[in-house]
């Protein structure tokens, strides 16, 4: 079998989804890694990958997947950290405690778990590995209501930053994509109405809401040779939201 085994989490939907199919083109073996099991196997059947069910926030859950993976594919070379909610929102004096730990159990703990449990099969494996990290801009570009989630990229952030200086000896590179408003299900309730469209595209300079297709080439990219010598950054994709 050719192509490298490429787990993506959350990639029943959205810039997951994207992701993993734009992998799946690239004739890589792709698995689409997702708590929502029927999504996720509509998709794998869409572009001819394996999907397992994987809760993120979970570690047994993930060693219970990654051991399905090593069984059924062989062990991941490429892992993208994308799963990811917002739970909610709200200022932070009004946020529900259980909004807050939801988020963090999701979207930072399980970059964590996730990254911890492939990286050391990678390296026991002798696997030279790639991790994308999905952050967002929201890690350096405040937005009031949405703390909560803005601090766990924040925290993606920075575990981008210590994965890829510790596993670089290993030769695994870690990097980031953050991107700027993307229309996908965990933002289609809000895009779709006219006045809060308009609000959020009057913030980005290319006046335009980024669509998961405009994610998936950098993704692609730094899973790529050719970015072989780019560990621990993280890119944003935000149609220059980030110079305002
Ligand atoms: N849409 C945006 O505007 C935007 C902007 C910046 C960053 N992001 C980030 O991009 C990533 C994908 O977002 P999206 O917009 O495609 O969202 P989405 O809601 O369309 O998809 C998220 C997927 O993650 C899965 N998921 C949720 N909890 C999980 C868990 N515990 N374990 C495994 N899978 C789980 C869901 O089932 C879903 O399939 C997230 O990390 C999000 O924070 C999105």
Same mark, same amino acid.
């Given at each position: 079998m050719s192509g490298r085994v490429v787990l993506v989490t959350g +990639? +029943? $939907?959205g810039i997951g989804r994207a992701v993993a199919e734009a992998f799946a083109a690239d004739g890589e073996r792709v698995v689409v890694a997702d708590v929502a099991m029927e999504e996720a196997e509509k998709a794998a059947a869409t572009f001819g990958a394996l999907a397992v069910r994987l809760d993120v926030s979970d570690p047994a859950s993930v060693e219970a997947a990654l051991d399905t993976v090593t069984d059924r594919?062989?062990?991941?070379?490429v892992l993208v950290n994308n799963a990811g909610v917002v739970a909610g929102g709200g200022p932070l004096i009004d946020l529900p405690h259980e909004i807050f730990d939801r988020v963090v159990s999701v979207n930072l703990r399980g970059t964590f778990n996730v990254t911890k449990a492939v990286a050391k099969r990678m390296i026991e494996a002798g696997i030279a590995g790639r991790v994308v990290n999905i952050s967002s801009i929201g890690a350096r570009q405040p937005t009031a209501g949405l703390g909560h989630y803005e601090a766990t990229k924040a925290g993606v952030d920075a575990l981008t930053r210590t994965a890829a200086l510790e596993l670089a000896p290993s030769g695994i590179l870690v990097n980031g994509v953050a991107p700027g408003p993307v229309y996908t299900p965990m933002t289609a309730g809000l895009m779709d109405i006219p006045e809060a469209r308009q609000a959020w595209e009057s913030r980005i300079p290319l006046r335009k809401i980024a669509t998961p297709a405009d994610l998936t080439p950098l993704v692609v990219f730094l899973a $790529?040779? +050719? +970015?072989?010598?780019?560990?621990?950054a993280t890119i944003q994709v935000d149609g220059g939201q980030l110079l305002t």
């Amino acid at each position: 079998m050719s192509g490298r085994v490429v787990l993506v989490t959350g +990639a +029943a $939907s959205g810039i997951g989804r994207a992701v993993a199919e734009a992998f799946a083109a690239d004739g890589e073996r792709v698995v689409v890694a997702d708590v929502a099991m029927e999504e996720a196997e509509k998709a794998a059947a869409t572009f001819g990958a394996l999907a397992v069910r994987l809760d993120v926030s979970d570690p047994a859950s993930v060693e219970a997947a990654l051991d399905t993976v090593t069984d059924r594919l062989g062990p991941v070379e490429v892992l993208v950290n994308n799963a990811g909610v917002v739970a909610g929102g709200g200022p932070l004096i009004d946020l529900p405690h259980e909004i807050f730990d939801r988020v963090v159990s999701v979207n930072l703990r399980g970059t964590f778990n996730v990254t911890k449990a492939v990286a050391k099969r990678m390296i026991e494996a002798g696997i030279a590995g790639r991790v994308v990290n999905i952050s967002s801009i929201g890690a350096r570009q405040p937005t009031a209501g949405l703390g909560h989630y803005e601090a766990t990229k924040a925290g993606v952030d920075a575990l981008t930053r210590t994965a890829a200086l510790e596993l670089a000896p290993s030769g695994i590179l870690v990097n980031g994509v953050a991107p700027g408003p993307v229309y996908t299900p965990m933002t289609a309730g809000l895009m779709d109405i006219p006045e809060a469209r308009q609000a959020w595209e009057s913030r980005i300079p290319l006046r335009k809401i980024a669509t998961p297709a405009d994610l998936t080439p950098l993704v692609v990219f730094l899973a $790529s040779p +050719a +970015a072989g010598h780019i560990t621990g950054a993280t890119i944003q994709v935000d149609g220059g939201q980030l110079l305002t």
